[in-house]
């Protein structure tokens, strides 16, 4: 059944209803007219064209006011959209896919089942490769589109991401001895027939509880979350992340608290990540897409930009010369993976950045391998060699300072063998008095 059938009823019984279907496209008023159809329950007292046109107009009625309030923009073709965009003053290309989504959610029809979308995303991709932003010189009809320049810079920020994506991989699993987890998180099943914005607004708010008590205890998290929409189009989380082993249970049951929908699944929706390449290269398979969400866990919103900047060499913000361009040596010869996110300061826990400071931070660090590595930040970026696992007692105070029984009368037997900072301490006895000189000290004379 058409809607055509039932339009004269509904004009003449139901104005009002009438007026709201009116600047709805044609293909959007078929599709209602035919779900209303299959699930109407026909009586013999109404004749069924009759009895289609009520249940559509008290189908109407359910609908939100602001998915009714938005049924002109919706139905608009590109070209008309941009019209209305240059009266208006204001970008409506995502508020019209907006509100062509959601009322696929109420259809429940698939992105490719929509016509209406298929042509205005054929239509903006036409004008898109249309549009000649840098003309050839030789030809001006010809050169760089809007198009090209956008799916170049699209490619640039996927490097940009998989390279950041593997750096702390292996700054967590090597550095810190974390361990890697791919959590897929989604929502219940009455979260699929409401709208977008609250599905998403809920499934962030479990995850961000979930983070506010990580933050809470102290624990720290690394990763990467890629927000994405599933076949009915509604969000879901795949996480890509690190956690100290000794947290990994406490995490766990902070997961499922916020999400109890996937306890009954919870092999599927917890795994352990044992190829870091193909996970990555998973949670960016829609890079681009409008709704795909793409956010890193621990580090700083302008990591893309700080790891672009220091990958070409270049000044930013308050990072010193001598950090960019260590950073920018580690990062063109692919050597200790995530060292380079430390010297740019990436992160955004300080305790994590002051790792790489003068005077380090081992709140994350552990002993062992971990401080290892931390000294060897330290000597690529300040030229000095330290052990960071070595006893907390001051060395001076291990000195040993034992004055000479014997009467010599040199006056510097007196001064602890200590003074050279580069030598260990000796017996008095046991060398001249060029070996316990020290800055500032005179040589030696006979009383």
Sequence with gaps: MQYDEIDHWIRTTRPDVWRRLLPLHGIYKNEITRKVAENCAFLACFEETEQVAMEVVDWVETLSDDLVSGFDLLSQSYSELKQTQRITGQVLTRKANRLRRNLRRVLELSPEQDRVQQAFDDEKLAASKSFIVVPDRQNPDTGLSAHTLRQWQLRKHYAVTLAIADSLHDFATGFLGY???????????????????????????????????????????????????????????????????????????????????????????????????SVSLYLTKDYGKPETNLTFIGLTRDIRARYTNVYAGKRYGTLSDARIATAHRLIKRKAFGGTALLLMRGFSDERVNRISARHPDFHYVRTGMPRVLTALVHTMHFRTVKDFNASPVSQTSMVRQKVSAGKTGVQSLFVPTCLNDYQEGVPASACGWERLQSRGQPPPFQG
Excluded at 219 to 233: F, H, I, K, S
């Design 179 to 277: 361990q890697g987890l791919f959590l897929t998180l989604t929502l219940p099943g009455e979260y699929h027939a409401c709208s977008y914005e609250e599905a998403k607004a809920e499934i962030s708010r479990r995850w961000k509880t979930v983070r506010r008590k990580a933050r809470e205890k102290d624990v720290l998290l690394l990763g990467m979350t890629a927000l994405e929409l599933q076949d009915d189009e509604t969000p879901h989380y795949h996480i890509q992340l690190y956690i100290d082993p000794t947290q990994r249970v406490w995490l766990e049951e902070q997961i499922l608290q916020a999400f109890p929908n996937e306890i009954e699944r919870q092999a599927e929706a917890i795994k352990d990540i044992r190829d870091v390449l």
